[in-house]
Structures are given as structure tokens and as C-alpha cells.
């Protein structure tokens, strides 16, 4: 299954997290946007290949350290299909160095819409007769609200082309309890409803670690609830947004961690893409600065699982 490949990666590195990869254009070194500007000219296409640069050179510091990546869809597609080919080469790039790539697209839809979808980021398309990895990333965010309608649709090609999908469970923004923590009819939240259509959802597709191909977003700014839905969902892999930038913290994300000190992956995006503004180091350092984060995010947060 798609999530013993992340699992396995993160044993390998001694690493539970992933960079987030969600570049706008103020994060990146002004150097960079000049060369790609002197390129390209000062529009979408430009700006498209700053984002690949800078990424490629985040990759290329963390590649040994972070098991994964985590490229948000839209920060990409703002510019249009120099936007998207720049996530292609994002996504590709990262596989090349042996990193496992997160696509958070939130997709949500039905039927054949949804299979689409799932085509397009975890299959592969069909070209009469000869098929193609269109992007080729190993797991997808999905919105599961729409019920099994939405998922299904994904369960057959996580099981084929061994790839994975993150259902959101328990957002980390702070208006998600408007919705998410409402009392149905049987006294359960709406939150721990959808954990529990996570668990049955991937019954019937668990790998040797113990957890299946339908993985789960809850973030770190809900500790108590994250520890409550890490006990009602023993084969559920967390995808754990909210450390650092949205306030999570070490102790906060160690309820997503199983006894053994899997069963989770913590995101940071904003802190590690722009470690070099926080350090106050030369922009040139910017890749180095965000090695040295990620080391640091690393330390802290097994230093709670440990503890």
C-alpha cells in the first residue's frame, strides 16, 4: 500500500514530516525572480518558473532529511498552465530524488467527475490505447462530504496503482468547529462520523504497518480531538496540518502518534519555506536555512513523541 512507501520513508529518515510546498511569490529570493524574469518577462510564465526554481533547491536541501513533499494545488494553478506544468515538474522532481509526494488538491466530486480526478493525480489517462501518468503524485487530499459517492470512485486506484488519499476529518482552521464539531442525531460529531467512514472506507485496504490507503487530515490546533480520533482510528494514517505558522506545537501533534511512534505526518509550509526571513540570513542561504528548519521541526517533534 502507498502509505507503507511513506511509512517506510519516515522510519528511513527518523523524519515524521513533510514540507509544504505552497510557494508565493513573496517567499521567494528576489535573485531568483530577476534570473526568471530576465527569462521569461515579468508575467505568468515568469513567475512560474521562480516557483520551480525555488523549489527544485528546497528539494535538493531536503530530500535526505524530509520523506515527503506536500505541493498545494492551488498556489500553482493561480498561474495558469505555466502554473501547472511547474507543479508537474515540482511533483516529478521530488520522485526523482526519492521523496513521496502529497498532491493537496481537496478535490470533491462524484461518479465518473471524481474518476477523472483520481485519474488525473493518482491514475494514470488513457490516450487511445496507451496510458499516461498525467502529474503522478502518490497521494491525494480529498473532501469526503459527499459521502461515499466521492470516495469510492478513488478506492480502486489507490488498490491498483498503489497510491493513497487523505480524507479531511478535523481542519485546522478555527471556524472548522462550525460544521465539523456539530452533534448528529446519535450524539457523534460530525467530525468523528467522517473518522469513522475513513476506517471502513479502507478496510479492505491495509498494508503491513497496520494502516490503510485512506489516510486522514486533522490538525494540530485541535490536539484533544486529534488524541480522541488516533484512539477510534487504529488503521487511519494522519495527515497532521497547523504546526508552527498556525500555532500547533510538538506536544500538540504527539496524539497523532500510534505506541510505536508512527501512524501520522506533521506539515510544515510556511516555516520551512521561508526559514530564511525568519533567520534574517542572506536569501542566497535560503535553501540551508530551510534544512536547518526542518532539522529543527524534526528534533522537536520526536523529542515529544519520545517523551
Known amino acids: 500500500m502507498s502509505f507503507d512507501r511513506l511509512i517506510a ?3 528511513e529518515t527518523k523524519n515524521p514530516t513533510v514540507a509544504g510546498l505552497d510557494p508565493k511569490l513573496d517567499y521567494i529570493p528576489v535573485y531568483i525572480k530577476e534570473e526568471s524574469y530576465a527569462k521569461y518577462g515579468k508575467n505568468l510564465e515568469g513567475a512560474a518558473d521562480a516557483l520551480l526554481t525555488f ?15 506536500k505541493p498545494q494545488a492551488a498556489y500553482y494553478e493561480m498561474y495558469g498552465f505555466y502554473g501547472v506544468k511547474a507543479l508537474y515538474e515540482t511533483i516529478s522532481y521530488a520522485k526523482e530524488k526519492g521523496m513521496f509526494v502529497i498532491t493537496d488538491g481537496k478535490r470533491n466530486d462524484i461518479g465518473t467527475t471524481m474518476e477523472a480526478y483520481a485519474t488525473a493525480h493518482l491514475g494514470k489517462t488513457d490516450v487511445e490505447g496507451v496510458k499516461f ?11 469526503g462530504y459527499l459521502g461515499t459517492d466521492g470516495i469510492k470512485p478513488l ?33 457523534k460529531s460530525v467530525y468523528a462520523t467522517m473518522g469513522e467512514m475513513c476506517e471502513n472506507w479502507g478496510s479492505e485496504l491495509v ?22 480520533l488516533r484512539k477510534s482510528m487504529p488503521h487511519t ?28 505526518i506533521i506539515n510544515s509550509s510556511r516555516g520551512i519555506m521561508c526559514a530564511y526571513k525568519k533567520e534574517g540570513c542572506d536569501e542566497k542561504d535560503f535553501a540551508a536555512a530551510a534544512r536547518r528548519e526542518a532539522i529543527r521541526m524534526r528534533d522537536d517533534i520526536n523529542s515529544a513523541i519520545s517523551g
Open 237 to 264: 494514517f494522519f495527515l497532521v496540518p497547523g504546526y508552527g505558522a498556525q500555532g500547533g506545537g510538538a506536544k500538540d501533534v504527539a496524539p497523532a502518534f500510534d505506541s510505536n511512534g508512527i501512524g501520522a
Open 55 to 69: 523549489n527544485k533547491a528546497l528539494i535538493d536541501a531536503l530530500c535526505d532529511i524530509v520523506p515527503a513533499i
Open 207 to 228: 498494508g503491513k504497518y497496520g494502516y490503510s490507503a485512506v489516510g486522514s487530515v486533522v490538525g494540530a490546533t485541535y490536539p484533544a480531538q486529534l488524541g480522541e
Open 133 to 143: 501518468e498525467a502529474f503522478g503524485a502518490d497521494a491525494l487530499t480529498v473532501n
Open 9 to 11: 520513508k519516515i522510519i
Open 155 to 187: 478506492l480502486k486506484i489507490c488498490e491498483d496503482s498503489d497510491k493513497g488519499i487523505f480524507v479531511l476529518v478535523k481542519t485546522s482552521n478555527p471556524s472548522s468547529g462550525e460544521l465539523q464539531d456539530r452533534e448528529l442525531a446519535d450524539g
